[in-house]
């Protein structure tokens, strides 16, 4: 069973046989499913043109974090994009507009309307499948016990996006130990310790994402073995290598090669991109876009594949606040959000962490987003096996097949 975790009602359940996280900081507020507000947009037929303007957004902003970054970047695309979807709700002029077009919609209230739709749909539809993967999101809301946010913006965000609404100050220890304890619950402990310190803001917009999924075809544990693989810095590590012989769909062009691993369901997809030496990793992201994948994608055929791939596992926890500015995000990080409070409130800190994890048996992630404002101010004839080994730096690409919006992405560099 897979449950989306949003919003906020009454009586705690300790139902063990529930899938839902259940677990909240506040007695009396348990996560409900958001509620589909425009029936007529289903997800199936507004998701996938409304992904490829937010997977371009993604591609940036993998680039844009990982940079100049030597060590490993894991970020989840969703949870920064619905953070940001629901900060646009809190402005009516400049910071509204410089956000929607950050995550690629148009100015206005077209624009807002329309990411408005989208939101809902993949919040209200993400369960719609056969339950063989999880995943799961929540939003809420955390602020100060005497802040008066305007009703019309926590509505839109209850409404919406199934936001709970916390009156817990973040910029103590007792706002630290909250959040950190409901970012873990509902991510499975995958993010143990969100904050590092108490966030001095008026308003927190979180998001946390959820995901775990098996392979459909399944690497045996007793052919993993041993190997070498060659850092971004040139040394190297001995590592698991997890081996699949089986019919795997797989691009090679332009100096670089790709395997795309289904998880069971077919719901949700890995894919892995890896460039040879006459690209470079470094070459790779700095060109890395939408159009990237869709070329890759194209080139996608299946053949009998001898796969080896590394276990590997990476945590990422970073105020990614300076790389939204550098994507465009200045209004709202001068001037404010106008529309959230009596007063404007000012982008202060965007805090994104991640953990993902993937061996024999899948893959499980676990990702949060904090906004923090401050008032101001794929069969094939039998043939030998192709061997496609990811033996140096790759990127790994988690994406839900039904909307084509990507939950999870990353930069392997070292191991």
């Not at 966030?199 to 399944?218: A, M, P, R, S």
Request: with cysteine; aromatic share 10%.
């Amino acid at each position: 069973m897979i449950t989306l975790m949003s919003g906020g009602c009454s009586d705690l359940s300790d139902d063990k046989d529930d899938n839902r996280l259940i677990i909240d900081p506040v007695e009396g507020y348990i996560p409900c499913e958001v509620e589909a507000q425009w029936p007529e947009y289903p997800l199936n037929v507004i998701g996938k043109d409304n992904a490829s303007k937010t997977n371009e957004f993604a591609t940036n902003l993998l680039k844009a974090i990982g940079a100049d970054r030597k060590g490993n970047t894991s970020i989840s695309p969703a949870s920064i994009f619905c953070t940001l979807a629901m900060m646009a709700n809190g402005d009516d002029d400049d910071c509204r507009d410089e956000i929607l077009r950050l995550i690629g919609y148009s100015d206005g209230p077209d624009g807002l309307l329309e990411l408005n739709k989208y939101c809902n749909a993949l919040l209200a539809e993400v369960t719609d499948f056969n339950g063989q993967s999880q995943c799961g999101f929540t939003n809420s809301l955390w602020h100060r016990p005497d802040f008066n946010s305007l009703p019309s913006f926590t509505d839109d965000l209850k409404k919406i996006f199934g936001a709970a609404e916390f009156p817990i100050w973040l910029g103590d220890e007792a706002g630290r130990i909250a959040v950190n304890k409901f970012v873990r619950e509902h991510t499975r402990g995958m993010i143990s310790e969100f904050l590092k310190q108490p966030l001095f803001v008026d308003l927190g917009i979180l998001n946390t994402n959820y995901f775990k999924g098996t392979w459909k075809q399944k690497f045996d544990k007793k052919d993993t073995t041993k190997g070498t693989f060659h850092n971004v810095d040139g040394s190297s590590t001995k590592v698991h290598f997890m081996t699949l012989t089986d019919y795997i769909a797989h691009a090679d062009m332009d100096g670089i090669k790709a395997v795309r691993l289904p998880y069971a369901g077919d719901r949700y997809m890995m894919t892995l991109i890896q460039p040879d030496e006459t690209v470079g990793i470094e070459k790779l992201v700095e060109s890395f876009s939408k159009s990237t994948i869709d070329d890759i994608t194209s080139y996608f055929h299946p053949d009998q594949v001898e796969l080896r791939l590394p276990r590997f596992e990476d945590e990422f926890n970073m105020n990614i606040i300076e790389c939204l500015k550098q994507l465009g995000l200045w209004h709202t990080c001068k001037k404010g959000l106008q529309k959230v409070s009596d007063g404007p409130l000012v982008l202060t800190d965007f805090i994104h962490a991640v953990k993902i994890k993937v061996d024999e048996e899948g893959t499980e992630g676990g990702a949060a987003t904090m906004a923090g404002l401050l008032g101001t101010a794929y069969p094939g004839d039998t043939q030998k096996p192709i061997l496609i080994e990811f033996d140096h730096p790759f990127i790994y690409i988690i994406r839900d097949n039904i909307s084509d919006t990507i939950l999870f992405t990353g930069i392997i560099n070292s191991l």
